[in-house]
């Protein structure tokens, strides 16, 4: 079971990337998927997760209204959309799959590689 994440890179504050984390090895449209990251120095945190349907959606304040967590259960794919971005979203940015509970890290039970995502001043 892999879980491949892409799509992160450098870029302007105010700008935007869309993260997309493709998983093989089984499906997981069953699952609530999430998106963590992590800066340098600081503890992993939730940002974004997504009911197996996509049709609950939960966010971090601090990226509420900035970004949006989609899935696509044909493609086995889940994406996160980060618009207007800041300095302090500068991190690596994690997917995780399968979990009773969106926000709580250490309850995932499948975890992606990492992608990081830079944003300057």
């Known amino acids: 079971v892999q879980l491949q994440a892409s799509g992160g890179g450098l870029v302007q504050a105010g700008g935007s990337l869309r993260l997309s984390c493709e998983a093989s090895?089984?499906?997981?449209?069953?699952?609530?998927m999430g998106w963590f990251r992590q800066a340098t120095g600081k503890e992993r945190e939730f940002v974004a997760g997504?009911?197996?349907?996509?049709?609950?959606?939960w966010y971090a304040d601090s990226v509420k209204g900035r970004f949006t967590i989609s899935r696509d259960n044909a493609k086995n794919t889940v994406y996160l959309q980060m618009n207007s971005l800041k300095p302090e979203d500068t991190a690596v940015y994690y997917c995780?799959?399968?979990?009773?509970?969106?926000?709580?890290?250490?309850?995932?039970?499948?975890w992606g590689q990492g992608t990081l995502v830079t944003v300057s001043s």
């Open positions: 090895g089984r499906t997981f449209s069953s699952s609530v």
């Open positions: 995780a799959a399968d979990t009773r509970n969106y926000n709580r890290a250490y309850e995932y039970n499948y």
């Open positions: 997504i009911s197996w349907d996509g049709g609950s959606t």
